[in-house]
T-cell receptor, first 112, second 111 residues
Framework: DAGITQSPRHKVTETGTPVTLRCHQT?????MYWYRQDPGHGLRLIHY???????DKGEVSDGYSVSRSKTEDFLLTLESATSSQTSVYFC???????????FGPGTRLTVL | DAKTTQPPSMDCAEGRAANLPCNHS???????VYWYRQIHSQGPQYIIH???NNETNEMASLIITEDRKSSTLILPHATLRDTAVYYC????????????FGGGTRLMVKP
């Protein structure tokens, strides 16, 4: 399995509080992604990064920001969490000599 | 990227081959077909991908029709642990190499 970890794995927070999710990789891959998955839906891309300090928006980026200050870490921040951001968040990485994305185990976020 | 169409659900008997179809009639010449699966609430797991030739690895085989408008993922001897949602994704060289997930096929392997 690709060396990807996500933290925390579960989090419950209140509306209006800031939340940061972390994705950490040990593969030194260039690309990193954040997706969200809601019940009955496939994954939807939030943001991605194509290098240190290089990021771009995905399909559902409103309300989210990201940062990548070093190759191995990609942070997803909800500046002021809302109930609509209750979801399961997956990180993915891609790089090396392959165009295949590999996913982390996910973070289940509940915003009350 | 081309859109895909998959049946919402399928059943398969344990030990038999599971054949999961996918239609991608608008696929263009430089787009690959990728298959992932998601077991319960785990992260999606890569299975296989191909461009136009049939592909096989330790997990599955991918059969792509000659006109590339459809493909079939084959799990040769399905086990209960293969119960999952299977996603067929067509992806070209878009900015960021993003994957677009549809609804997938929920495969239930039954004893």
């Amino acid at each position: 399995d690709a060396g990807i970890t996500q933290s925390p794995r579960h989090k419950v927070t209140e509306t209006g509080t800031p939340v940061t999710l972390r994705c950490h990789q040990t593969e030194n891959h260039r690309y990193m992604y954040w997706y969200r998955q809601d019940p009955g839906h496939g994954l939807r891309l939030i943001h991605y990064s194509y290098g240190v300090k290089d990021t771009d928006k995905g399909e559902v980026s409103d309300g989210y920001s990201v940062s990548r200050s070093k190759t191995e870490d990609f942070l997803l921040t909800l500046e002021s969490a809302t109930s609509s951001q209750t979801s399961v968040y997956f990180c993915a990485i891609m790089g090396g000599n392959t165009d295949t994305q590999y996913f982390g185990p996910g973070t289940r976020l509940t915003v009350l | 990227d081309a859109k895909t169409t998959q049946p919402p659900s399928m059943d398969c008997a344990e030990g038999r081959a599971a054949n999961l179809p996918c239609n991608h009639s608008t696929i263009s010449g430089n787009e690959y077909v990728y298959w992932y699966r998601q077991i319960h609430s785990q992260g999606p797991q890569y299975i296989i991908h191909g461009l136009k030739n049939n592909e096989t690895n330790e997990m599955a085989s991918l059969i792509i029709t000659e006109d590339r408008k459809s493909s079939t993922l084959i799990l040769p001897h399905a086990t209960l642990r293969d119960t999952a949602v299977y996603y067929c994704i067509v992806r070209g060289k878009n900015a960021g190499n993003m994957l677009t997930f549809g609804g997938g096929t929920r495969l239930m392997v039954k004893p």
